[in-house]
């Protein structure tokens, strides 16, 4: 099972829409379930739910020169979102992939939006109306 913070899977949706009718193609990274703020009851403590993404050009100028994604948190990034506006909520041959992919398609639309795993098996996706702790940068 994926699990994927509402206000994540809006802030993706809308990404996707502004981007139309070029794809998307964004990382995601998870936060325990015991760390979020918010309706968590169903869900194991331990159990990964999808609360950030990266956008594909940050850090790319270092990437570019040392040939590796250095944008990447360490432990993060085991999830990928991508869009496909021409349709199909399925993995497609040409789709970057990662241990989970959440792929939407048009109308974009949190019922356009299904989970699958690297070999295009569907995933059940329950969406979580939690958010992450607040986080800052040490001074």
């Known amino acids: 099972m994926v699990h994927l913070t509402r206000d994540l899977l809006a802030v993706l949706l809308e990404h996707a829409a502004e981007a139309e009718p070029t794809s998307t193609n964004v990382l995601l990274?998870?936060?325990?379930?015991?760390?979020l703020i918010g309706e968590?009851?169903?869900?194991?403590?331990?159990?990964?739910?999808?609360?950030?993404?990266?956008?594909?050009?940050?850090?790319?100028?270092?990437?570019?020169?040392?040939?590796?994604?250095?944008?990447?948190?360490?432990?993060r990034g085991r999830a990928r979102f991508l869009s496909h506006?021409?349709?199909?909520?399925?993995?497609?041959?040409?789709?970057?992939?990662?241990a989970v992919v959440i792929v939407a398609v048009p109308p974009w639309e949190a019922d356009c939006v299904a989970a699958f795993d690297r070999a295009g098996r569907k995933l059940p996706l329950t969406i979580v109306?939690?958010?992450p702790p607040e986080e800052s940068i040490p001074e």
């Open 129 to 131: 109306d939690a958010v």
């Open 40 to 75: 968590t009851d169903d869900v194991d403590p331990g159990t990964p739910v999808l609360t950030h993404f990266t956008l594909p050009d940050v850090g790319s100028s270092v990437n570019s020169v040392f040939g590796m994604d250095l944008s990447t948190p360490s432990e």
């Open 85 to 98: 506006p021409a349709g199909g909520l399925r993995i497609d041959e040409t789709d970057d992939l990662s």
């Open 29 to 35: 990274s998870a936060t325990p379930a015991e760390e």
